[in-house]
């Protein structure tokens, strides 16, 4: 659209002194539409004076600077009338154009609440709209705009919410932080390090034979982002974290059919100095032996019991439990439990995906691991990978 239609935004009394303005810029840079028979003042004549001379004349005429009127030149030359007229005095558009305010908060509302809820329709979204503007007397007498524009609405106001989507991502979502957020720093091993648990995506065949999923329990340290410990088990009790714990701060011996390029001795860590201080590390792998200093948990029951605050206290270990529902404040160790499943579960036999979508068929007659074979092949992953 012209730019002379925007001026339609401004009040009136700016609106004119915009147009009065456009006068007197025309006569410093003449227009090349001008009638031959138009006789510029002297003090104005471009074939007697440059462009900088009639912005200075124009200056002393109004009792201006002459860098304003080059700016007010300026914006003329690029934004038309509107560059003359002063924006502070804008009209506010609305977002929206004709939708009424209530309807758009209506609507953010109706979409607020799902976030909690099973995933409906765009349909739903708007029955629900309806209702909230007809329960509030201030807006029972809104007009309603065509159902076309509240589809349209819905696209604008529901973008990145997956409000008619998953309902997973939809809960991660609302358990964001508002505003920045970011991790606290870790400028030393041990210094701050993030323990879970999650599923394991593979069928182990237990001793009593049945093929069940099992739970991995890790914990990662913040600084080196290595993985110090992970343990499988059908069901994570309390007495398994604190087992996680006391793995994390002894070292992990090496097992027969493990290569010797696992060995502690052949990676970069300080072998030969940390002898003095451990001698089992002559037959230790090349997992690094890491005591914490803080460990942040969520509120599950395991880490929050009785004995694994006391294998804590035992040990010196200031636990840390993270807001609830907050996964942000643990991101570290819930990025490394979903690469766990990735670059090491789909590679092995009885693999089930992350959701019934993605499971196989007659997984449990396949060929599958009991808990201790997974576990070494776990243990060994880790160094290894």
Not at 94 to 100: G, S
Not at 205 to 232: F, H, N, P, Y
Request: charged share 25%; hydrophobic share 40%.
């Amino acid at each position: 659209m012209p730019q002379t239609s925007r001026i339609a935004e401004f009040p009136e009394a700016a609106a004119e002194q915009a147009r009065w303005w456009e006068r007197h810029i025309l006569e410093v840079c003449l227009p090349p539409d001008v009638p031959e028979r138009a006789e510029p003042r002297p003090e104005f004549d471009p074939e007697q004076h440059s462009l900088a001379q009639r912005e200075r004349a124009k200056a002393a005429e109004h009792h201006v600077s002459a860098s304003g009127i080059k700016q007010r030149r300026q914006r003329y030359q690029r934004d038309g009338l509107v560059g003359l007229a002063d924006g502070r005095s804008a009209k506010k558009m609305q977002a929206f154009r004709q939708v009424a305010p209530a309807v758009v908060e209506a609507m953010r509302q109706a979409i607020a609440e799902t976030s909690d809820a099973s995933s409906r329709t765009i349909g739903f979204i708007i029955w629900r709209t309806k209702q909230i503007l007809s329960d509030r007397e201030e807006t029972a007498d809104v007009e309603l705009p065509s159902r076309a524009t509240l589809y349209r609405l819905f696209d604008k106001l529901a973008t990145g919410t997956h409000a008619t989507g998953s309902a997973r991502a939809r809960r991660s979502i609302a358990a964001r932080p508002t505003g920045p957020f970011g991790e606290v720093p870790a400028s030393a091993p041990g210094e701050l390090m993030q323990i879970d648990s999650t599923p394991m995506d593979v069928l182990v065949r237990l001793d009593d034979g049945i093929a069940e999923k099992v739970e991995l329990t890790a914990m990662v340290d913040i600084a080196t982002r290595s993985i110090t410990a992970a343990v499988l088990r059908p069901s994570t009790k309390a007495a398994d974290a604190s087992a996680l714990l006391a793995r994390s701060v002894a070292p992990e011996m090496m097992r027969p059919g493990w290569a010797e390029a696992l060995r502690m001795s052949r990676s970069a860590l300080p072998h030969r100095r940390l002898l003095s201080i451990d001698e089992r590390l002559e037959q230790a792998a090349a997992r690094p032996v890491i005591v914490p200093e803080t460990i942040v948990c969520d509120h599950g029951s395991v880490f929050i019991s009785h004995a694994f605050r006391a294998s804590c206290r035992y040990l010196g270990i200031n636990l840390q439990p993270a807001h609830k529902a907050t996964p942000t404040d643990k991101g570290t160790i819930e990025k490394t439990l979903g690469s766990v499943a990735t670059l090491f579960a789909q590679f092995v036999a009885g693999y089930t995906g992350s959701t019934t979508d993605r499971r196989g068929r007659s997984l449990e007659q396949g060929p599958l691991w009991s808990l201790p074979e997974l576990q070494n092949l776990l243990d060994e992953w880790v160094i290894a990978v």
